[in-house]
């Protein structure tokens, strides 16, 4: 099969097995496993922040920031689609005592208008505060859209000036980076706290870090023990990571033009793409104007061997370029879905 149904999918690759299996290691809890201490490092450094913590997932990597910087009562400002309002099982409520309020914007992005809008005082001021904004960049169900950074620059500060912390959900962070041409540090830098995830375009198995301050990242050395995501020897993980930050960081390039190469091919078959979208490594087709429903798209593209996935929209699926996937297989994905999708492919000839 083509597995074009995330990022999540990718296996390690041989030489990312090789350093698996060579990582010097010992008990992370004690701050002694050196090859965790340096992923840590290096990532810390790369988004700009002083500190970052090592954890199993992108979700507990959010799932600590939201305890750092909220309290039960206090109120967590997202996009309405992001993954810590969407995918993270109500964690904000369940472990911060957060609640949410889920904000519309285009691309996924928020504005400063929004910001001050929402911290209007209510009757219950006294106790009910925003205390946490949450951004995605680059953002999942928007279809992989980046953030421009004066956006970012206007949207932090304006969180900053009404003493609001502002967490970065970067789970896909470089891929922003990338596509931007600039350091990650210039996005991370900016935020209280940032999540990066080793295990999407980075193609590691698992593993996640939170970057912030010294003190934040002290304090969250406490959340995680109470996660139970404190590890020991898990630099045998930790060493795939640092292998992906010297090998598979300038490759995301790649994983983009693929998107961008099979995006421009599909809409020239006449599927339904908005090629503006593409910015990343995800596309988006909806498949509502075709006269399929999502279920019947994704099992018509499954029986040609292609797999693609869904979105939050209820007619839209995706497909995700990643390390597992070459140019061949994206010329064989633009000749089988517009096929499977019902779209005819126009000859050479015509
Ligand atoms: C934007 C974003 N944040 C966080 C996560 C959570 O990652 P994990 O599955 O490692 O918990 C995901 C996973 O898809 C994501 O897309």
């Known amino acids: 099969m083509i597995d074009l149904r995330s990022d999540t ?23 002694e496993d050196p090859t965790v201490l340096e992923l840590e490092r290096r990532t810390a450094e790369l988004l700009g922040q002083e500190a970052a913590v090592f954890v199993p997932t992108a979700t507990m990597a959010n799932q600590i920031a939201l305890k750092l910087h909220g309290r039960p009562g206090d109120v967590l400002l997202a996009h309405e689609t992001s993954h810590v309002l969407v995918y993270e099982y109500g964690g904000a409520a369940a472990h911060a005592g957060l609640m949410t309020l889920g904000l519309e914007g285009a691309a996924g992005r928020l504005s400063p208008e929004q910001i001050r809008a929402a ?9 009910q505060r925003v205390a946490v904004l949450s951004l995605e960049n680059t953002h999942n169900n928007a279809g992989g859209r980046v953030w421009p950074l004066a956006e970012i620059e206007d949207v932090v500060a304006t969180a900053r000036e009404l003493g609001i912390a502002a967490h970065l959900d970067g789970a896909r962070v470089l891929n922003a ?82 998107a961008h190469a099979l995006a421009e091919r599909l809409a020239g078959a006449g599927i339904p793409i908005d090629l503006e979208q593409v910015e990343t490594n995800f596309v988006q087709i909806d498949v509502g104007p075709l006269g399929l429903t999502r279920a019947e798209a994704l099992a018509q593209l499954r029986d040609v061997g292609v797999g693609l996935s869904t979105t939050i929209h209820p007619s839209v699926i995706r497909a995700v370029t990643h390390l597992g996937i070459t140019d061949e297989d994206v010329d064989r994905a633009s000749e089988l879905i517009p096929r499977a999708l019902g779209v005819p492919v126009p000859s050479a000839a015509s």
């Open 119 to 127: 911290c209007e005082p209510s009757v219950k001021a006294a106790d």
């Open 177 to 258: 980076a990338i596509a931007l041409g600039v350091d990650p540090s210039e996005i991370g830098a900016r935020f209280d706290t940032v999540t990066l995830c080793l295990s999407k375009g980075l193609g590691c198995p698992l593993g996640a870090l939170l970057a912030g301050s010294d003190q934040l990242i002290g304090l969250a050395w406490r959340e995680k023990h109470l996660f139970g995501g404190a590890m020991r020897q898990s630099g045998i993980v930790a060493a795939a990571g640092v292998y992906a930050l010297d090998h598979h960081v300038e490759r995301l390039a790649e994983d983009h033009a693929r």
């Open 9 to 31: 999918v990718t296996l390690p690759t041989p030489e990312m097995r090789q350093a698996i299996a060579n990582a010097a290691l010992g008990d992370e809890q004690k701050r």
